[in-house]
T-cell receptor
Framework: GAGVSQSPSNKVTEKGKDVELRCDPI?????LYWYRQSLGQGLEFLIY????????KSGLPSDRFSAERTGGSVSTLTIQRTQQEDSAVYLC????????????FGEGSRLTVL | DQQVKQNSPSLSVQEGRISILNCDYT??????FLWYKKYPAEGPTFLIS?????DKNEDGRFTVFLNKSAKHLSLHIVPSQPGDSAVYFC??????????????FGKGTKLSVIP
């Protein structure tokens, strides 16, 4: 498809397990963002990738969170030893290189930690 | 510390009337402002934006107004339609170097347009 693709769309896991969330951005977009939306909250910035530059990790809430982007395309967000407060919708977005904020979002991955 | 605030979590408007969604911000370094619309189980989609050098931008039924001195922006939808029912997020953008713009979002306002 032409849009940002995220998988899985829903993930239920037990506390303490590791999870991986995948994002496939729009072809040609060099910038990739991860956000999360907890219940009743706005979109919280997590991490940003731009081309081959070092990622901006300033939004990652703890060292249990990490992300990588292979070959400048697909990105994986990994959450280790999940906690109940990690339950949220994790949204991936992509954009062209220089951009004032017009991001294209995927449908999100809903994570529920029991 | 919320830098972008949407103080109304919800708004109900009659079809055909004007919807006004408000947003306040605190960071004077923001130089671009955007509105995103989100339907349930979908990702947010870009709606309209405004540069900090302007005070108004119009696109069809949607108009965004920016009052820099008050650090306030608003989205007007005229006339409102039932299909406009969604959560609207206000976002502000600031340049953080090397081609990187970071978006800060508000918590959203849920708009319900009543037929």
């Amino acid at each position: 498809g032409a849009g940002v693709s995220q998988s899985p769309s829903n993930k239920v896991t037990e506390k303490g397990k590791d999870v991986e969330l995948r994002c496939d951005p729009i072809s040609g977009h060099t910038a990739l963002y991860w956000y999360r939306q907890s219940l009743g909250q706005g979109l919280e910035f997590l991490i940003y990738f731009q081309g081959n530059s070092a990622p901006d990790k300033s939004g990652l809430p703890s060292d249990r969170f990490s992300a990588e982007r292979t070959g400048g395309s697909v990105s994986t967000l990994t959450i280790q030893r999940t906690q109940q407060e990690d339950s949220a919708v994790y949204l991936c977005a992509s954009s062209w290189t220089v951009n004032t904020g017009e991001l294209f979002f995927g449908e999100g991955s809903r994570l529920t930690v029991l | 510390d919320q830098q972008v605030k949407q103080n109304s979590p919800s708004l109900s408007v009659q079809e055909g009337r004007i919807s006004i969604l408000n947003c306040d911000y605190t960071n004077s370094m923001f130089d671009y402002f955007l509105w995103y619309k989100k339907y349930p189980a979908e990702g947010p989609t870009f709606l309209i934006s405004i540069s900090s050098i302007k005070d108004k931008n119009e696109d069809g039924r949607f108009t965004v107004f920016l009052n820099k001195s008050a650090k306030h922006l608003s989205l007007h939808i005229v006339p409102s339609q039932p299909g406009d029912s969604a959560v609207y997020f206000c976002a502000a953008s600031s340049y953080s170097g090397a081609g990187s713009y970071q978006l800060t979002f508000g918590k959203g306002t849920k708009l319900s347009v009543i037929p």
